[in-house]
Nanobody
Framework: QVQLVESGGGLVQAGDSLRLSCAAS?????????LAWFRQAPGKERESVAA????????YYVNSVKDRFTISRDSAKNTVYLQMVSLKAEDTAVYYC????????????????WGQGTQVTVST
């Protein structure tokens, strides 16, 4: 069973930076997986943010976070990161880490495993 544990959320001011981490376990290697970050703001549907192909390192971003967010992974630690800079109030949400078979990219339906989420709140 794949398990995902997010950390790094918190309360920051607009313009600040924050790095989220997602520790993955339950597989010897995640080379056949895509890992991704999704978020859900109050009263809104969950949306994709960024994804990474574990083996190739190919990355995918939703337009609203391009040039501000960077997804990366550390294969030795089985951890995926989301570096967020120039945070805006509209980035406030619960951020979820997810794992799915390679090729899932930004499609929520492609992800079978989910973490519990970590709250990010950006104040103005």
């Amino acid at each position: 069973q794949v398990q995902l544990v997010e950390s790094g959320g918190g309360l920051v001011q607009a313009g600040d930076s924050l790095r989220l981490s997602c520790a993955a376990s339950g597989r010897t290697t995640f080379s056949s997986y895509d890992l991704a970050w999704f978020r859900q703001a109050p009263g809104k549907e969950r949306e994709s943010v960024a994804a990474i192909s574990w083996s190739a390192g190919r990355t995918y971003y939703v337009n609203s976070v391009k040039d501000r967010f960077t997804i990366s992974r550390d294969s030795a630690k089985n951890t995926v990161y989301l570096q967020m800079v120039s945070l805006k109030a509209e980035d406030t949400a619960v951020y979820y880490c997810a794992a799915g078979r390679q090729g899932a990219t930004l499609r929520e339906a492609g992800y079978a495993y989910w973490g519990q989420g970590t709250q990010v709140t950006v104040s103005t």
